[in-house]
Structure formats: C-alpha cells, structure tokens
C-alpha cells in the first residue's frame, strides 16, 4: 500500500502548474481582446470625425455655388453660378481637406442652359497604411 502512495505523490503539482499556465493563457488572450476592442472603437470614432469634416467642406462648397449666384431681376436671365473661387479650408478639426466642384453645361430644348454641379469633399488624417489613417469622402449633385 505504502508503493501506491509514492507513486501518486506530486500529482497535485502538475496539475497546479497545468491550471496556472491555462489561465495566464486565457488572461493574455483577454488582454489581446480588451486592446482591440479599445482600437476599434478609437478608430471609429475617427471615422465618424472624418465623416462630418468631410461633410463640412461640402457644406462649403454648396454655399459658395448657391453664393456665386447673382439674383437679376425676373425678367432678365440670370448670371449662371460657378464653382467657388475662394480658397477652401485647407484642414477641418485637424482633418486635411480636399474639395472639388465640377461645373457640367446642358442646353434644354427652348430654356435657358441648365448647369450641375458634381462636388465632392474628402477628409484624411494620418499617413496611408499607417493604423491610425482614416479617410472619408461625401458627394452632391446640385442644379443651379
């Protein structure tokens, strides 16, 4: 009897060691988890940023066609809008800007010229395959 008791001896160890290494495991993996959660949800935030800088510089633009608009008196034609002529903001909220407008002429059978406007607006901040780059464009068509 004495023989079976020294053979199961340590077998209370290994088996500690075994619950240990199990659960540093599973505290890395939660560790990993926790910090991509915190990323995602930074970067979408960003996202969301981007997005309503973005919008921004199109809000602009749409103001500076609707601007370029000289009321004339109703019997008269009146002057046709452009694209804004001044310089646009370079960065919105920290966020870089580009803006562009598009002016397209139609002629209508018997009417005046008719003209659309295609403006798009995009944000970025960060460098491109950088972690941190986030990057969103809006667009609009408008008649004027």
């Known amino acids: 009897m004495r023989k079976v008791h020294f053979l199961q001896r340590g077998f209370a160890a290994i088996a500690a060691i075994f619950l240990v290494v199990i659960l540093a495991a599973l505290g890395a993996f939660m560790l990993t988890f926790s910090n991509t959660q915190q ?6 935030l960003q996202g969301t940023r981007a997005y309503w800088a973005a ?3 199109l809000e602009w ?4 066609v609707v601007a ?10 009146p002057l046709p809008a452009t694209c804004p002529t001044s310089a646009p903001p370079a ?19 018997g009417t005046n010229d008719v003209r659309i ?3 798009r607006s995009v944000a970025w901040s ?8 986030v990057e969103r464009s809006v667009s609009a068509t408008m008649e004027r």
């Open 68 to 77: 370029t608009t000289v009321p004339t008196p109703p019997s008269t034609v």
């Open 61 to 64: 633009a749409i103001g500076g």
């Open 126 to 133: 960060g460098t491109v395959g950088s972690i941190n780059f």
């Open 91 to 109: 960065t919105i909220d920290g966020f870089n800007l580009t803006i562009a407008c598009t002016p397209l002429t139609f002629s209508e059978a």
């Open 55 to 57: 919008q921004g510089g």
């Open 117 to 119: 406007f295609q403006l």
């Open 39 to 44: 990323l995602t949800s930074a970067q979408d």
